[in-house]
């Protein structure tokens, strides 16, 4: 059974702060489970559940994209949009040093370091969007358009379907 207190993380202080309306949606977080876990849990559709992806480009400068839980980012058309050779994940313990979350508690809000915010451009279509809170087992559910206010992030078309590899 999932914990009923809500997390205090940089990600919720950051949201405070902006005074950004959201609601809590705490889980029972699986190790490997992303976000079809999460939306499974949380009764909602995994293309509304928005993951935090920690990546670098080929200078090893570090980046964040927003992309749908359902869909992955091709790697090759955002190197290709933002004018560098190479873009790859993160492995979690640069992700980690990066955003200061535990990779699975990832959120885009409150990072330790600032980091450019690439969004997939169709996130703006939904009316709520489910994103990490900044703690395993924590999602936080904000207008999409409340994101875009506080992050500011570039919109990128770089998704691609999600074939399981």
């Given at each position: 059974m999932a914990k009923d207190k809500t997390p205090v993380s940089p990600?919720?202080?950051?949201?405070?702060?902006?005074?950004?309306?959201?609601?809590?949606?705490?889980?029972?977080?699986?190790e490997r489970g992303g976000t079809a876990v999460s939306a499974r849990e949380l009764g909602v559709d995994e293309h509304a559940v928005v993951k935090t992806l920690v990546m670098?480009?080929?200078?090893?400068?570090?980046?964040?994209?927003?992309?749908?839980?359902d869909r992955k980012v091709s790697t090759k058309e955002l190197a290709r949009t933002i004018g560098v050779k190479t873009i790859q994940p993160c492995?979690?313990?640069?992700?980690n040093r990066h955003s200061g979350y535990m990779v699975g508690g990832t959120s885009?809000?409150?990072t330790r370091k600032p980091m450019?915010?690439?969004?997939?451009?169709?996130?703006?279509?939904?009316?709520v969007i489910y994103i990490n809170g900044g703690k395993r087992g924590?999602?936080?559910?904000?207008?999409?358009?409340?994101?875009?206010?506080?992050?500011?992030?570039?919109?990128?078309?770089?998704?691609?379907?999600?074939d399981g590899s």
């Open positions: 990600a919720v202080r950051m949201l405070r702060d902006h005074s950004v309306a959201f609601t809590d949606h705490l889980y029972d977080y699986e670098e480009d080929d200078a090893r400068r570090p980046l964040v994209v927003l992309m749908h839980g492995n979690p313990e640069t992700a885009p809000f409150g450019p915010v690439y969004m997939e451009r169709t996130i703006l279509d939904l009316p924590y999602l936080v559910g904000i207008a999409p358009a409340e994101a875009v206010r506080v992050l500011k992030p570039v919109l990128v078309s770089v998704g691609i379907e999600d």
